[in-house]
T-cell receptor, first 110, second 114 residues
């Protein structure tokens, strides 16, 4: 039973396209996050949602739009993809006791 | 504001040698501290965490870390390295609320030589 699952695992797309990454957690956590890991392995938070409400938006370009239809899901939609968007995107969820990460989505923009 | 500094982007040890990965944090509130491991092309796995209580924290795979408030440090150690320990290790800090974000250090790549 996967706790935090992301789809797809790999995504290769052309510049200018629009794509979405989906995330679902079955842990009952109230808070979910999107993190971006760049080519140098640096992990930086992008967004967080608590009970479907946006609480953190870390100066991410407007081309990135998170959507949380319910507290178990947090999807990430990216418009007009650019080469610099190539990275691994991790979804996570949390309680007071810690954070659980998905296995990541490797996005390659060509 | 919170931040994490990991000293040494690369650490190399021989199999069987002591592993020491350094982490210093900055936090204006009592922190929660974490170590995560990332194997090549995989996700993040929690090694151990410090929240409250005992300052020496034991984690999985024989790793442990000690929270030293006076030194603002949370160094990760393992007495005897194994080849399978080769991976990227991330120290992270968060606040106490379940909505607080996790702030990561820049990571340390551990290489283990036979």
């Amino acid at each position: 039973d996967t706790a935090v699952s992301q789809t797809p695992k790999y995504l290769v797309t052309q510049m200018g396209n629009d794509k979405s990454i989906k995330c679902e957690q079955n842990l009952g956590h109230d808070t979910m996050y999107w993190y971006k890991q760049d080519s140098k392995k640096f992990l930086k938070i992008m967004f967080s949602y608590n009970n479907k409400e946006l609480i953190i938006n870390e100066t991410v370009p407007n081309r990135f739009s998170p959507k949380s239809p319910d507290k178990a899901h947090l999807n990430l939609h990216i418009n007009s993809l650019e080469l610099g968007d190539s990275a691994v995107y991790f979804c996570a969820s949390s309680t007071n006791y810690g954070y659980t990460f998905g296995s990541g989505t490797r996005l390659t923009v060509v | 504001a919170q931040s994490v500094t990991q000293l040494g982007s690369h650490v190399s040890v021989s199999e069987g040698a002591l592993v020491l990965l350094r982490c210093n944090y900055s936090s204006s509130v009592p922190p929660y501290l974490f170590w995560y491991v990332q194997y090549p092309n995989q996700g993040l796995q929690l090694l151990l965490k410090y929240t409250t209580g005992a300052t020496l924290v034991k984690g999985i795979n024989g790793f442990e870390a000690e929270f030293k408030k006076s030194e603002t440090s949370f160094h990760l150690t393992k007495p005897s390295a194994h080849m399978s320990d080769a991976a990227e290790y991330f120290c992270a800090v968060s606040g106490l609320r379940n909505t607080d974000k996790l702030i990561f250090g820049t990571g340390t790549r551990l290489q283990v030589f036979p």
